[in-house]
Every structure is written in structure tokens, then in C-alpha cells.
């Protein structure tokens, strides 16, 4: 499977990066992207399987990027992965289509939980 | 303005650095030792984001140059001899972004994060602003301080 790692910090990418290996999903294919922007045209070039990705990035918001996507009738699974992780952003999360929030920090466990049922 | 938080805020910023420094930092052997001594050491660098709005303040993590190599060393995977400034910077900038992320979660809202800031400790002044919380994470061998700040340079802070 591929999966689209959508965060402005390229320290927060290598984290995800390593953490998704700590989690045991070292066999998938990684993409990264640095803002909104390059994520949507990343799932239209790469058409990933999942998009983990940050809420508060430069160029389109991690938000707008799930909108935008849905809009133009993508439905590849999305969560995010953020270190603000309000009731209201649960609640915009949800309303757009994602799948859950996991905040900053997080570990390894809290990786194979969520993801698990996605990535086997 | 003034944030009358800084009880709250002190018992969650060492827990919020036991959050950052479990998940992002400690590997094994060289466990963080939390709420530890601060003995004044000379701090060379700073890495701070500015949170405006209903709360107003800054969150400032400050260490020594060898700190902050060996934190770009782990959370870009390097050895720590190949670490560059901009490795440095990037690294340091996202720790004080993910502190700063988690202490804005439990003061007033709403309020914005700026992005980090990372400069040497010589350049940094913080007017107008006052000290509401401290702690200092031991971390192989090196202090890392983390201040959280009230008040903002642009506006007049309460005696």
C-alpha cells in the first residue's frame, strides 16, 4: 500500500515516517509532501491508499486539502495528525470525511491502533 | 493582559515534556529525567512560538549546543557528527512547536500559534512579558529549560 504523509515539518514527516516503521507498517510505500497543495496533487499523481496529514500547513490547510479531495469525489482514506487537537477540530474533522485525529505526540501503539484495520 | 494560569501550567508542563520526550526522544537507555534540577546552566540556543489571542505568551525550550544536536541526531535519525545547522534549527524549531502545541490545549481559547523561532540565547529579549511556569528536562546529561511566558511585547502586562 502507499500512503501520503502530508506535513509542513519535515522534522514532523520523519517522525511519522519512523513511527509508522516502529509500528510495524515498514512495508509500505512512503510519499511525502510539504503543504496542502502538493498533497492533492500528490493523491491525484501517486493515488495513494491512506493520507495521514497535518491540520495547519502553508498554501491549503490540512482541512482544506480534505475538502478539496471530496469535492472532486476522492474518497482515499484520511486522518490527521496533529499537535492541536480541539473538540471543534474533531468535530470539522469528522463533518469533512476523515477517519480520526491522532495528536502530537504519539507513539508507536497509538499508530497500530488506529491504523491497523487500514494497513493490516 | 494577564493570564492568571500559572498553577494549572506548571504541573502540565513537566507532563506535557514526559509526553513529547516518551514519544519523540527516549530511546531505551538514555531515559529523560523529568522536573529536574535547574542549576543556571548557560543556554546557548532558543527555540519559542508565540501564542496570540485569548491567551497571550510565549513557550521557550532553551539548551546547550551539544543539546541540541543530540535532539536533531534522534528525531532526524543521524549520527550526531552529521547533523547541519539547518538540522539543528528544524529540529529544535519542532520541539518547541509540539511543547507549544499541547500547552495552548489547556489555556484559554481561542488562540494562534505563531511558528518557531530558533536563535542563539545572546539575541533573544522577551519585553513585557513575565514568567508563569518553568521546568527543566535532564536529558543525557544536558538541561533542556522550558519557560512558558505571559504578556506579549505589545502590550502592557499587570504588576
Redesign the interface.
Known amino acids: 500500500m502507499k500512503i501520503l504523509v502530508a506535513d509542513d ?4 514527516r ?2 511519522v515516517i ?1 513511527t509508522l516503521r516502529q509500528a510495524g507498517f515498514e512495508d509500505h510505500d512512503i510519499v511525502e509532501a510539504p503543504d496542502g497543495a502538493a498533497a492533492q496533487t500528490s493523491v491525484a499523481e501517486e493515488n495513494p491508499d491512506l493520507v495521514l496529514s497535518d491540520w ?1 500547513m502553508p498554501n491549503m490547510s490540512g482541512i482544506e486539502l480534505l475538502h478539496a479531495l471530496r469535492a472532486s469525489g476522492n474518497t482515499v482514506p484520511f486522518a490527521f495528525v496533529t ?4 473538540d471543534e477540530m474533531r468535530t470539522k474533522a469528522e463533518e469533512g470525511g476523515a477517519l480520526f485525529l491522532i495528536s ?4 508507536a501503539e497509538t499508530f497500530r491502533e488506529r491504523l491497523g484495520d487500514i494497513l493490516g | 493582559m494577564t493570564n492568571d494560569v500559572a498553577t494549572t501550567v506548571e504541573v502540565d508542563l513537566d507532563m506535557i515534556a514526559e ?2 520526550w ?3 526522544l527516549n530511546s531505551g537507555e538514555d531515559e529523560a529525567v523529568f522536573a529536574a534540577e535547574d542549576k543556571g546552566a548557560h543556554m546557548d540556543l532558543a527555540a519559542s512560538v508565540a501564542m496570540v489571542g485569548a491567551y497571550e505568551g510565549h513557550l521557550i525550550v532553551s539548551c546547550s549546543h551539544k543539546a541540541s544536536r543530540d535532539v536533531a541526531s534522534v ?3 543521524m549520527e550526531v557528527d552529521e547533523v547541519s545547522q539547518d538540522d539543528i534549527g ?2 529544535l ?2 520541539l518547541a ?2 511543547l ?3 500547552v ?2 489547556v489555556l484559554p ?1 481561542p488562540s494562534q ?1 505563531s511558528l518557531p523561532r530558533v536563535s542563539a540565547t545572546e539575541h533573544e529579549r522577551w519585553p513585557g512579558t513575565v514568567e508563569v511556569s518553568r521546568t527543566v528536562v535532564s536529558w543525557r546529561g544536558e538541561p533542556y529549560v522550558l519557560t512558558l511566558l505571559s504578556g506579549s511585547n505589545h502590550q502592557e502586562v499587570s504588576a
Not at chain 1, 9 to 12: D, I, T
Not at chain 1, 104 to 107: E, S, V
Open positions: 515539518s519535515r522534522v514532523m520523519q517522525i519512523r495547519n499537535s492541536e487537537c480541539s502530537k505526540p504519539f507513539t | 509526553q513529547v516518551s514519544a519523540f528525531l532526524f535519525a528544524d529540529a524549531g519542532e512547536n509540539v507549544g502545541g499541547n495552548k490545549s481559547s500559534l
